[in-house]
């Protein structure tokens, strides 16, 4: 067998992750959905446990490689347009990785999958506040709104993120443009 195996095995496997967790994952269903039988995984896996540290050290792995780059000399707009493009790109490279983390964070038995999902959502937050208080002149006129707008631009991550699983990557990036779109506000 192939590592093309291997990388259907993955996919196969963070699918099942994000619908079942760890508890509900059986190797024979992963094994059926590949079209092997159960004891061809153990070819590339010692066992069950085997697989699915592989599959979410890969998933983690896919998500560190790059941290978005941002000028910040560019305008406000451009910076958080930018932030979310950096993971609706990340995210369609390897479009089950979405799967894991943002529909496994509602199998509240899997929290592994839960935590990855926070701290993926903090790193966005610390992100995006260090973009807006940068290039904001902090003032107490401008605060309320500024946190108001910070905080809808956090929270709408997980919508945009979904939003690419479900319609795509151009239905993604058109959201993004609707949700920044009143950044200008910031400036």
Known sequence: MSSDTK????LIA???L???????????KIAEEAGIKTPS?????????????????RCDESIKRNSPQCDISDDIH???????????????KEPLLSYYI???????????AY?????????????ISFIVNEKISY?????????????????????????????????AVYEVNNIISFSSLLQ
């Open 14 to 16: 963070i699918k099942e």
């Open 7 to 10: 990388d259907r095995l993955f």
């Open 139 to 171: 003032n107490s006129e401008k605060a309320d709104i500024t946190n108001a707008i910070t905080s809808v631009i956090i929270k709408s991550f997980p919508s945009v993120m979904l939003i690419l699983i479900n319609e795509g990557e151009k239905a």
């Open 78 to 92: 451009t910076l958080l347009f930018n932030i979310f493009i950096h993971y609706i790109n990340e995210f369609s």
């Open 18 to 28: 994000a619908k079942n967790g760890k508890s509900g994952f059986k190797l024979s």
């Open 102 to 112: 943002f529909l496994a964070k509602e199998s509240l038995s899997d929290k592994d």
């Open 41 to 57: 995984i153990y070819a590339f896996f010692k066992s069950k446990k085997d697989l699915i540290d592989y599959t979410i050290n």
């Open 115 to 127: 935590q990855r999902y926070n701290a993926l959502l903090y790193s966005v937050e610390v992100q």
